[in-house]
């Protein structure tokens, strides 16, 4: 929201008072409270009929810093709040106080303030000034219709670029944007979006954190171009400054702070095909598809059944159509002896014919407006009703709801919608609508995962949500909403789900082929490699199918050998799978996290960093045609055995069966030995795609245990001069490929390189570089 008209003019019927001095300076050990008047001070008369802005300083934990701006500080507490780990609140910082100096130090992140001169915040680490709150950066606003606003300004040095706020679709880097934080049910190809975070990161080595559920509204570089500012309507602003020194260590801290993903089960991570929407279907639809797939050889571990395996109107009352499914329960048991997973698409709204209706109404359990009538409206469902998840009775209601389904043989669920949230209502435990609006996602999402977790065990839950905001993260995994059938759509979805990435979210997906429309063969094709190199993949459409033979031969051909692919990723994939649960890093990386000191590597978003290791440039061109960025170094093409060299750009043409999917140098990548579904001993006849390391480098390799309860097997690989030595505790058989080598002695040629076995028992190979 934009206060100014200008440098010199407030916009109309707005009045702003902005932080000047410091009056007075409270300290402690570990807390600073700051007093700033509004305007300046030269004798007693000025401290009366004046505002005083208080500004409490405090570390929640080591390298972050919570900053309290207050107007009015008597106002009862709102709910709902984000579920925080910050202890007590206080503790993680140490004060001291030099004359007029007085500084808040955690880890290597400081606030300095000198209490004598103008208003002034400085945030430092490393030995320089990160950000700073300055001249009319701290404060509070009015506009005409009488509405408070707190508000902060963060200065931006010059070249720095800011990410995050959720999963936007608009340019990945936010300088010049307004964003506000509110859910909104717009699609992909809008400034709206499904996911929205009041967080942001910047190359400068620092994130922002702003403390409140609802709308908060960002002038990115928008409003006062070298600032970010952030407002909320409230009389009170709280805001944590968070240190890197890099994105991967921001964000480590932020998920710290606010929760860090839950690992998702192995079978998640292989092929979901979908019912699509609108389209027709039944269980001689669904076995049609399950057994094309197997006739095609393409492995699939989910199968979707979107919202009409209920009844028209109806939605929602989780009870399957008879006329459509008349014997659900043996219609799951074929599909499980068939090894597939099953999820349901399921949303938190009950339409006012489904018999849940009257029965939640009579509870207690639906959403009410003050007058005490139950919301309703037209949109989406007829009469609908949303589930009001502040009754914790009506959580265990809607849960009980699906446990039936859990018990027929449904495993997971699409968690759609939650977006739009009244604010002319009244909630069970009296939360503030503004703020719930953004937070009902959470409570939705939450009982869902755990009721999933309680039914089918610690490690075996997974939804398939759409909405998210702050702490979402914690419950995986998330997909992209819908999109449209082309290849812009699919740069977009891209970019957002960077986007969210940098929000704190491990996990995401998206509609392969795109939602709305239907995707030529080509687009389909590039999708599907876009699709399968994704953290999660699902075929899903509106009112089209996704199975690829309605593409072409070929189309059948590109998922079959990317699904496999993907299987034999698995003991990376995994790893990178782990490292979201344990640091908040997300599986599909922007190449700003990984290469941070590389500005050529700021802006980029449309390709992205798979792992730790392997580059993904996806194909945008019904041509093959594609651009893309390497870092420095020579990076090998896993798919072709290709070189290229960086720093620099490369302009390539690809067939459908490949596209640039690249090993950074130096790396060792484990493939397993199975392509035939995700869920297999990784470790057993695994083999090290050695990218001949830095001589004197050592590259440790851990393979994971399925269920992510540690390494299956570690491997350490070490170069010295020509030799490579490969060592592990493992006793099971493994290779060794040495790309791009020339086989000798035992080693087996492989259009690769050269190909070593290490037998059961081995647990030390010595390679020569030929």
Request: with cysteine; charged share 20%; net charge negative.
């Amino acid at each position: 929201m934009k206060f100014t008209d200008g440098y010199w003019q407030m916009r109309p019927g707005v009045t702003a008072r902005y932080a000047v001095s410091v009056a007075d300076a409270e300290v402690t050990d570990d807390r600073v409270t700051l007093y700033a008047p509004v305007g300046r001070v030269t004798h007693r008369g000025d401290t009366l009929n004046a505002p005083l802005v208080t500004v409490d300083c405090w570390s929640p934990a080591e390298g972050v810093i919570g900053v309290r701006v207050t107007h009015h500080g008597g106002r009862a507490p709102r709910t709902p709040e984000f579920a925080l780990a910050t202890g007590s609140g206080t503790g993680a910082g140490k004060v001291v106080r030099e004359g007029t100096t007085v500084e808040l130090a955690s880890g290597e992140l400081s606030l300095r303030t000198d209490t004598d001169a103008p208003w002034q915040l400085d945030f430092t680490a490393g030995g320089r000034t990160l950000t700073s709150v300055g001249s009319r950066g701290a404060g509070f606003a009015t506009d005409a219709d009488g509405r408070h606003f707190m508000l902060a300004q963060l200065s931006l040095a010059v070249g720095e670029s800011v990410y995050g706020l959720g999963e936007r679709f608009t340019p990945f880097v936010k300088n010049g944007q307004t964003v506000d934080i509110w859910q909104a049910d717009g699609g992909t190809s809008s400034e709206q979006a499904y996911k929205n975070v009041p967080f942001h990161l910047t190359t400068r080595g620092y994130g922002v954190f702003v403390n409140h559920p609802g709308q908060v509204s960002y002038e990115v570089g928008s409003e006062a171009v070298g600032r970010v500012q952030f407002s909320v309507e409230d009389q009170s602003l709280e805001f944590y400054v968070i240190h890197g020194p890099g994105p991967r260590e921001i964000l480590a801290r932020y998920t710290a702070l606010t929760g860090r993903p839950a690992l998702p089960p192995a079978w998640s991570f292989g092929l979901w095909l979908s019912t699509s929407f609108t389209t027709s279907y039944d269980e001689a639809t669904v076995n049609r598809f399950v057994q094309g797939m197997a006739d095609a050889e393409i492995p699939l571990s989910v199968f979707h059944f979107d919202c009409f395996w209920m009844r028209e109107y109806q939605w929602s009352d989780f009870v399957w159509d008879p006329d459509v499914f008349p014997d659900p329960e043996g219609m799951l048991a074929r599909l499980r002896e068939r090894g597939l997973r099953v999820c349901a698409w399921i949303n938190p709204y009950i339409a006012q014919k489904s018999p849940l209706f009257a029965e939640g109404m009579a509870a207690g359990y639906l959403l009410r407006k003050p007058d005490g009538d139950v919301w309703q409206w037209d949109r989406w469902q007829p009469g609908m009703a949303l589930v009001d998840f502040t009754n914790p009775d009506a959580r265990v209601w809607y849960a009980d709801k699906l446990r039936v389904l859990l018990d027929q043989g449904v495993d997971c669920f699409k968690t759609d919608f939650g977006e739009r949230v009244p604010v002319d209502v009244a909630w069970h435990d009296g939360s503030d609508p503004e703020r719930m609006h953004n937070y009902y996602t959470q409570i939705y999402n939450e009982t869902v995962f755990e009721l999933l977790r309680q039914e089918r065990g610690e490690g075996e839950a997974v939804v398939f949500a759409r909405s998210a905001t702050t702490g979402g993260q914690r419950l995986p995994v998330h997909w992209g909403g819908d999109c449209e059938s082309t290849f812009e759509a699919m740069a977009e979805s891209l970019r957002g789900g960077l986007s969210l990435g940098l929000s704190g979210f491990g996990f995401w997906s998206h509609d392969i082929g795109g939602f709305e429309g239907t995707p030529t063969p080509a687009l389909f094709k590039r999708w599907v490699q876009f699709g399968l190199l994704s953290s999660h993949s699902r075929l899903h459409g509106s009112k089209s199918y996704r199975v690829p033979w309605d593409y072409g031969d070929e189309a059948v051909a590109v998922t079959r050998d990317f699904t496999r692919l993907k299987h034999r990723l698995m003991p990376y994939l995994y790893r990178a799978a782990t490292q979201a649960r344990d640091a908040g890093t997300p599986v599909m990386r922007a190449m700003v996290v990984e290469f941070p000191d590389d500005p050529a590597c700021h802006p980029l978003d449309r390709q992205y960093m798979l792992g730790d290791d392997l580059l993904v440039a996806p194909v945008f061109t019904e041509d093959g045609s594609v651009e893309y960025y390497v870092p420095a170094g020579a990076w090998t093409n896993i798919l072709t055995g290709a070189q290229v060299t960086g720093p620099g750009w490369h302009r390539e043409t690809h067939g459908f069966d490949t596209l640039p999917l690249l090993a950074r140098p130096g790396a060792v990548i484990p493939l397993g030995a199975v392509d035939e579904g995700p869920e297999y001993d990784w470790a057993d006849g695994v083999t090290l795609r050695v990218h001949t390391p830095a001589d004197r480098a050592e590259v440790v390799t851990a393979v994971p245990a399925p269920d992510g309860s540690g390494p299956a097997a570690v491997f350490t690989t070490r170069r010295d001069g020509d030799e490579i030595v490969v060592e592990t505790g493992s006793a099971l058989p493994w290779k060794v490929l040495l790309v791009g080598a020339e086989p000798t002695g035992d080693a087996a040629a492989d259009p690769l390189g050269a190909l070593h076995n290490a037998p059961a028992g081995t647990h030390r190979l010595t390679l020569r570089l030929a």
